[in-house]
């Protein structure tokens, strides 16, 4: 199986600040890459897919970059409403194995 | 509007079988390419449990699989997940999603989530 590490597993921030969150496979899986932000006694939701395309209705200061083995998300300006876990997902391989995730709250 | 509404049991005993549909409005199952199982288990991460092609072609987890069945039914416009001999282990919220990688995107539309418990 393809493992998914996430860094940090928890990070505090203040509104408007510049957020990343790194995701790092095991192998090679190209730009088979998707983000999912959760927030508590929610179903996921689709952010970035294919590592840096991002999803009808996100707003743009979503982000996402990298292939290969790094992959990023950056939220540009955090918003109250950002406050969630985020997970990142291959798509390379079966299983299709999710990250720990990252969770974010404010200061 | 895309809707999925995951549906069944909500407690099923230890080496029981846990039976979920995944109810589909707003596509139809036959025109897009793969259906999707996720679960949850309290305070933990996701997990992809397999997912089913509109064809009923399954691919499963391979550390589920000798538990899985995974099956479409285009006449009633849903998909459906059977998992045999459950332990304790198989608690979790379950969804089911909708996966778009074919055609370009992640899992796009999920179901808000069935809690399964596993106990006697």
């Known amino acids: 199986d393809i493992q998914m590490s996430q860094s940090p597993s928890s990070l505090s921030a203040s509104v408007g600040d510049r957020v990343t969150i790194t995701c790092q496979a095991s192998?090679?899986?190209?730009?088979?890459l998707n983000w999912y932000q959760q927030k508590p006694g929610r179903a996921p939701n689709l952010l970035i897919y294919?590592?840096?395309k991002l999803t009808t209705g996100v707003p743009s200061r979503f982000s996402g970059s990298g292939s290969g083995t790094e992959f990023s998300l950056t939220i540009s300006s955090l918003q109250p409403e950002d406050i969630a876990t985020y997970y990142c997902?291959?798509?390379?391989?079966?299983?299709?194995?999710f990250g720990p995730g990252t969770r974010v709250d404010f200061k | 509007q895309v809707q999925l509404q995951e549906s069944g049991p909500g407690l099923v005993k230890p080496s029981g079988t846990l039976s979920l549909t995944c109810a589909v409005s707003g596509i139809r199952i036959s025109s897009s390419e793969w259906w999707t199982w996720i679960r949850q288990s309290p305070g933990k991460g996701l997990e992809w449990i397999g997912e089913?092609?509109?064809?009923?072609?399954?691919l499963y987890n391979p550390s589920l699989k000798s538990r899985l069945s995974m099956s479409v039914d285009n006449s009633k416009n849903h998909f459906s997940l059977t998992m045999t001999s459950v332990t304790a282990a198989d608690t979790a919220v379950y969804y089911c999603?909708?996966?778009?990688?074919?055609?370009?995107?992640?899992?796009?539309?999920w179901g808000q989530g069935i809690l399964v418990t596993v106990s006697s």
């Open positions: 192998q090679d899986i190209g730009d088979y």
């Open positions: 999603a909708r996966d778009a990688r074919v055609a370009a995107g992640g899992l796009d539309h």
């Open positions: 089913v092609y509109h064809t009923g072609t399954p």
């Open positions: 997902q291959q798509f390379d391989n079966v299983p299709f194995t």
């Open positions: 294919d590592a840096s």
